[in-house]
């Protein structure tokens, strides 16, 4: 009996923890890519994955808001983002790989923030950053 409620307990766990994390691969399209620009409504700097709001005005000159997915925060923290690394307002362009369901979201590839030269790149399986000084 103790030895079946300790297998219970152990499934239970790994599909809680399999749930919490995403496929990259399976919600963004890697075949494609597109480029945004706009000003920072938010920078969420949390686990797993960091993200930024970014209000982009479209071809129509509607305003919309584009979610900006960045590789994991453990990474991110390595190479020196910290949580005022991209602030309200920053203008920033933005490529990366599409959603492939929801509208106006990306795996972002590349941030650049044109008025200092910063870049943030997602190369191969590691990200880089140039973070000049403010």
């Not at 920078?43 to 209000?55: A, Q």
């Not at 994991?72 to 005022?84: P, Y």
């Not at 030269?117 to 190369?123: F, K």
């Amino acid at each position: 009996m103790r030895r079946l409620l300790s297998c219970w307990v152990l499934l239970v766990a790994c599909g809680v923890v399999a749930q919490a994390h995403h496929s990259i691969a399976g919600m963004y399209d890697s075949s494609r890519r597109v480029t945004v620009e706009g000003a920072v409504a938010q920078f969420h700097f949390v686990n797993p994955h960091p993200f930024v709001l970014l209000d982009v005005t479209d071809a129509g000159g509607k305003p919309r808001q584009w979610r900006l997915e960045m590789d994991n925060r453990r990474e991110l923290v390595d190479i020196g983002v910290k949580e005022d690394t991209l602030r309200y307002g920053d203008r920033l362009v933005a490529s990366g790989s599409p959603g492939r369901s929801e509208q106006r979201v990306m795996y972002a590839w590349k941030i650049e923030r044109p008025a200092d030269g910063l870049l943030y790149e997602q190369v191969g399986a590691s990200p880089s950053i140039r973070i000049p000084s403010r």
